[in-house]
């Protein structure tokens, strides 16, 4: 009997997402968008398969982690985003406020 993987986290620049994966099938995503130095999360989801495993934390925890690495800045429309970074105070330094300009930037870019 083989033994299940840790789930791994990779970035997929050409969709604009980081997927998570168990057993290499994508569990879910955190969606983004980059605007100048900011990478805006917009919309996280795990498949239902996979719901209750912590796996969304995980998820956004690389991404965030990987956004760091990146020198960019994070905001957090997402409102799963938003919730794990009122837990998790160390990404407080890069993590910029949801403002109209941004949400109005993030709607035009969603409906090209």
Known sequence: MTQPTA???QRVDAKHKYEILVDGKTAG????????SQR?????EIDDAFAGQGLASLLVQQAL???????KR?????PYVAKF????????DITD????????WLDTELTQ
């Open 40 to 44: 805006v999360f917009y919309h996280t």
């Open 65 to 71: 982690t990987d956004v760091r690495a990146s020198g």
């Open 85 to 92: 970074l009122k837990k998790h105070t160390e990404f407080a």
């Open 74 to 78: 994070i905001v957090p429309v997402c």
């Open 7 to 9: 789930p791994t986290v």
């Open 97 to 104: 406020p949801v403002a109209p300009e941004v949400l109005q």
């Open 29 to 36: 995503f955190t969606a983004y968008r980059d605007r100048e």
